[in-house]
DNA sequence: TTGTGTGCAAAAGCTTTGCATGTTG
DNA sequence: CAACATGCAAAGCTTTTGCACACAA
């Protein structure tokens, strides 16, 4: 486990680096500590907890630098951005992932993951049918946990 | 044309009545002046555009009170919340408007709708599956409008 | 050395909240 | 008349920007 996830790290700095070389960006420390950092966390954060999580690592960035650097990643698909509802944005690491959608709880916010064929069906015959070059898509669906958090308990309770 | 669009809004009010008749809550004329200029309106709108609508027909309207109203309209389903990427919500009537979901212009900010009843079959498989008491979703296509934009056309004549 | 990237703090943009006033039931 | 809803303005929260300094190329 902790070698795959060193050898994963050092692939994912590696696309990284072409990347910043492609586009003439510079290869900054902060840059790939971000990264590194994002790689060894647990699936979904936001970029505040992001920055904290850096400054408790006693990391000397900026907001400006996390926000500068998630958008890099983003373009470069290491990290995909989601906005699960709120105005607040969510992201994951992407790299070495199977394209996957969200499940997401109403009640406790809880986040589930799940593939389906069908959904590329429905962009192939959309994207020809409306004409458009489609680069990627967002689904996701909210409901109860069926009763696995406290909320939801209360709320299949009424149905 | 006329005559439909006052029957749809005399309809949506008397639905909305009824909905904050039943949860006690009150009839104000504000909330019946906001629903109705939503149902008058095109498409998708934000909430400040809403109220620069209300304000430049001399509505006496805050902030406040658009975001009040559209939270419980949007409980009531009379008006659908969306977030198309980016960190501010979007809005849309939604009563007699049958179940769509959205592709979105990457470059121009267009949205078209579309309908396809392979989403509602991934619902119940995954709610089925993963013990989930789906209640809505939301599926974004994201791409180039096929040159129908400025932008779109530069970035498919790149391709 | 040169200009891009950074940290810091302030500003911006969307949304929510507190308070005094008005209005519904 | 009592409680809830409103208007207004201020505060909150996430994200972006401006500026001086640092550092990659």
């Avoid at 969510?90 to 809880?110: A, F, N, P, W």
Wanted: charged share 30%.
């Amino acid at each position: 486990m902790e070698k795959l996830q060193e050898e994963l790290i050092r692939e994912v700095k590696s696309i990284f680096s072409g990347h910043l070389e492609s586009q003439a960006f510079r290869k900054t420390p902060e840059r790939f500590a971000i990264l590194e950092e994002i790689y060894k966390r647990s699936d979904h954060f936001d970029a505040e907890a992001l920055y904290i999580h850096m400054k408790n690592q006693n990391y000397r960035v900026s907001r400006a630098t996390v926000y500068n650097t998630l958008e890099l990643l983003v373009n470069c698909d290491l990290v995909k951005k989601h906005q699960f509802g709120k105005n607040l944005a969510q992201y994951e690491k992407s790299y070495g992932y199977k394209q996957h959608d969200h499940l997401i709880c109403v009640d406790c916010g809880k986040v589930l993951e799940f593939c389906d064929p069908r959904i590329q069906s429905i962009k192939d015959t959309m994207g020809d049918l409306l004409k458009f070059n489609i680069l990627h898509h967002s689904l996701n669906l909210y409901g109860h946990c069926h009763g696995a958090c406290e909320k939801s308990k209360a709320a299949m309770a009424v149905k």
